[in-house]
């Protein structure tokens, strides 16, 4: 199970950490991801954490701006968002891949899914 926390409404330049707590069983092997979908918008690719090098990719839009960690003791990942503008506004979602498979942008490569968390930013 994959619970996504952090959310809520922050004005534009604001910043915001969000949380997706894992289990044991669902976090060493397994690479998780975040996605965002905003009203009317497919849902979209914001970053991934490879599992086995640590290595992080980023969409263009959040690079420079988003921080993906791994915490090996709490079983959780963080996405770190800064300098919030009103495109971020969207549901953020947390996801993860198949077991010990490098996984990347797409939505279907993952086969997990958190309930998602509203991120709302205002002008």
């Known amino acids: 199970q994959l619970q996504a926390s952090g959310g809520g409404l922050v004005q534009a330049g604001g910043s915001l950490r969000l949380s997706c707590a894992t289990s044991?069983?669902?976090?060493?092997?397994?690479?998780v991801a975040w996605f965002r979908q905003a009203p009317g918008k497919e849902r979209e690719f914001v970053a991934v954490?490879?599992?086995?090098?640590?290595?992080?990719t980023y969409a263009d839009s959040v690079k420079g701006r988003a921080t993906i960690s791994r915490d090996g003791r709490k079983y959780t990942v963080y996405l770190q968002m800064d300098n919030l503008q009103p495109d971020d506004t969207a549901i953020y979602y947390c996801?993860?891949?198949?077991?010990?498979?490098?996984?990347?942008?797409?939505?279907?490569?993952?086969?997990?899914w958190g309930q998602g968390t509203q991120v709302t930013v205002s002008s």
């Open positions: 954490s490879n599992w086995r090098t640590g290595r992080a």
């Open positions: 044991e069983r669902s976090f060493s092997g397994y690479a």
């Open positions: 996801a993860r891949g198949v077991y010990l498979r490098v996984t990347g942008t797409l939505p279907s490569e993952y086969t997990n």
